[in-house]
């Protein structure tokens, strides 16, 4: 049994759509996934066993991992919890198995100008890069989200453009992890900025000050402040709220939660200040977005309404 949302479909070669999944597995149960898809799995939360056939015997899955998918019978998640219901949030990009296919059989194939014969050319086997998600991916997913759910115009366009973008940072990530390459320039304005969002990410649940972020990265607060504002052209402050928006909206769609644990899960001091920033960013209560998921297979659009600019604080 699964919960699809944030789907997006008629995306364009190579790619078909792309959506967001919850499964709850049974305790000792199993779910099988029998269509034979070309796909990228992004497992947001829970871990499971799965097994992919042919291939050999169960493997774990956990929170952070990528999974390519060229080719497979069947894809089976497995609970191995005896007593306890297991949940696996994931998004999952489907390609078009046929025009990646048709690109093997070209005699020559141009990867750095054809976007599908890149995909053939970087996901040509079964592969699980564990914790592969990293603050950039997870970035890359967020907008994607907010695309699916604002849905403005042209939102398919760009859909795609984040889509190319997803499977050239996950092509990187893969190219990063078989040859392990040193980092040449740690010391690099991007490497502290990427120090700091893999730190936040880390520690959504904690109280978070900018000084904790700033001592985590080696540099001074102020002096990550402006690294931080002139790479991504936000705020440290604004990152946390958003990234604790974006874990929110998962924890949302599992009604068995309330509101108030989803706001402690995300690091939020109060319902009322989690209610209020949720709905800043969002337009919408996070009551509201919680319905508009239960019923978005006969809803529209999420209602969009201004966003008000958020003020920067020491302490989140």
Known sequence: MGL??????????????????????????????????????????GEALHELEPLGPPRPIRAGDIIVC????????????????????????VLDTRAINNSGKKRVRRPEFNLVDFVHHN?????????????HITGILSALRRETEERSRGYRHYAHSLCTELVVAVARKLEAVEHNPQLSNKRSAHYVVASAKEYIMKNLQQPLTLGQIAWHTGKGEEHLARLFKRDTGQSVFDFVREARINQAKTYLL?????????AGLCGFSSLSFFSRTFRNIVGIPPSQYRQHMETSLSQGPLPVSKRNKLVGSHHL
């Open 4 to 45: 699809k949302s944030h789907t997006v479909e008629k995306l364009g070669a190579p790619f078909v759509f792309a959506e967001e999944m919850v499964f709850y597995l049974p305790p000792g149960g199993q779910l099988t996934i029998e269509k034979d898809q070309f796909k990228l799995l992004f497992i947001l939360k």
């Open 254 to 262: 599992d009604s068995s939660l309330s509101l108030s644990k989803v």
């Open 70 to 93: 060229p080719s497979f019978r069947f894809h089976r998640y497995i609970n191995p919890e005896p007593e306890k219901t297991g949940q696996l949030h994931t998004m999952r990009l």
């Open 123 to 135: 996901f040509n086997r079964t592969i699980q890069c564990e914790s592969g998600i990293d603050s």
